[in-house]
């Protein structure tokens, strides 16, 4: 109708679309204009997304959607293997890994202060979760590490391992 878009909301996906390999698996390819001003980012984990560098909101990172400086993380496409997250990074909101079927290794940033709900939600191939930082310096909401694997190792910024415990909070 001619009118700009500057929103996106619930997604549905066409049963064709562009994909990008991405570390070793198909991933539907979502482009960003610089128009867009807000996303609705809950099932924006599907996408290999890139952001148009003149958006003034939003930025990307091999495929995962930040804010603008990167320092607000809230979605990454179905990974596979080790990710290590940028050093800007201090917010990771809800969902951010939901489901992703073959992260192995997340490396989060000392910088980290706040991590939302479900952020490792049912990752079954995530093995490690390495903080740069201390775990009593993250705010994290009580369902953070839900459905994570019991077996799922912890540590710290020196390497110390912790038992994970579901219900792992302040």
Known sequence: NGKEVTEIGALSIPSEIESKLYKNKSVPALFIPDTIKKIDYFYMNQFYVTVAKDNPDYSDKDGM????????????????????????????????????????????????????????????????????????????????????DEETELYDKDGRFYVFDRNWHR
């Open 65 to 148: 959607l930040f804010n603008k400086n990167k320092t607000v993380l809230y979605a990454c496409p179905n990974y596979q293997g080790e990710i290590e997250l940028p050093n800007t990074l201090k917010v990771i909101e809800n969902d951010v890994f939901s489901e992703s079927t073959g992260i192995t290794s997340v490396t989060v940033p000392e910088g980290v202060a706040e991590m939302g709900n479900y952020v490792f939600n049912d990752c079954a191939d995530l093995k490690k979760i390495i903080f740069r930082g201390k775990f009593g310096d993250v705010s994290r909401s009580d369902d953070c590490m839900t459905c994570v």
